[in-house]
């Protein structure tokens, strides 16, 4: 069973930077799709970035393009979404999630992906 562990989180001040990752343990994270999500107090969970199982293929929500960046390292097991110029708005609990596949795809559907990390806290304040 494949696990997931998001890290890295904490607060930062605005225009600030964090870089999360996504350690994965009990199976190898080569043959998946990787999305990260958000959910922000009193909010539905959002989709933030995902990439492709070969990394052929990232994409991002219109909110963080720009300003984050989303890779991975099959080597280590590992996903990581470097986040800069954080704004308030960006504070939600982050967590990654990830879908077995045999093709290049990804997707911002949260229904798709079949196994999740606990989830790290990001806050974006003064």
């Known amino acids: 069973q494949l696990q997931l562990v998001e890290s890295g989180g904490g607060l930062v001040q605005p225009g600030g930077s964090l870089r999360l990752s996504c350690a994965a343990s009990?199976?190898?994270?080569?043959?998946?799709?990787i999305g990260w999500f958000r959910q922000a107090p009193g909010k539905e969970r959002e989709g933030v970035s995902w990439?492709?199982?070969?990394?052929?293929?990232?994409n991002y929500a219109d909110s963080v393009k720009g300003r984050f960046t989303i890779s991975r390292d099959n080597a280590k097991n590992t996903v990581t979404l470097q986040m800069n110029s954080l704004k308030p708005e960006d504070t939600a609990v982050y967590y990654c999630?990830?879908?077995?596949?045999?093709?290049?795809?990804?997707?911002?559907?949260?229904?798709?992906?079949?196994?999740w990390g606990q989830g790290t806290q990001v806050t974006v304040s003064s």
């Open positions: 009990g199976g190898t994270l080569d043959d998946h799709a």
């Open positions: 990439i492709s199982r070969s990394a052929g293929r990232t």
């Open positions: 999630a990830a879908k077995p596949t045999s093709v290049s795809w990804g997707c911002f559907m949260s229904t798709k992906y079949d196994y």
